[in-house]
């Protein structure tokens, strides 16, 4: 083979490679943002986070509850707390 032509082939086997590692990064990203809406939505729902819109979330904290679980719960009001605003923002338009 000439020198050009197992050029072309090495430069062809990176391009698929990477497109191979790029798409499965793009999977496992959108596999954690999945995981992160799931483990708010359970936290609302089991009563460990309860967001009153406009004015309150209250965090369950007891012994069991470790510091990370807390910083948990307050993502679930903040994501709570995010959608409450886009609705006020579309009944305002």
Same mark, same amino acid.
């Given at each position: *083979? $000439?020198? &050009?032509?197992?050029? =072309?082939? =090495?430069?062809?086997?990176?391009?698929i490679?990477?497109?191979? =590692?790029?798409?499965r990064?793009?999977?496992?990203e959108? &596999? !954690?943002?999945?995981e992160?809406?799931?483990d708010i939505?359970n !936290?609302?729902v089991?009563?460990?986070?309860?967001?009153?819109p406009?004015? +309150?979330? *209250?965090?369950? +904290?007891?012994?069991? !509850? =470790?510091?990370? !679980?807390?910083?948990?719960? +307050?993502?679930?009001?903040?994501k709570?707390?995010?959608?409450?605003?886009?609705?006020? $923002?579309?009944?305002?338009?």
């Amino acid at each position: *083979m $000439k020198r &050009i032509e197992v050029l =072309l082939i =090495l430069a062809t086997l990176g391009l698929i490679i990477t497109v191979v =590692l790029a798409d499965r990064f793009l999977l496992l990203e959108k &596999i !954690d943002s999945l995981e992160e809406k799931v483990d708010i939505h359970n !936290d609302i729902v089991t009563g460990k986070a309860t967001y009153v819109p406009g004015h +309150a979330c *209250m965090i369950r +904290a007891g012994h069991e !509850d =470790l510091p990370a !679980d807390i910083v948990r719960y +307050a993502r679930a009001c903040a994501k709570g707390h995010e959608q409450w605003l886009l609705l006020q $923002k579309e009944d305002e338009e």
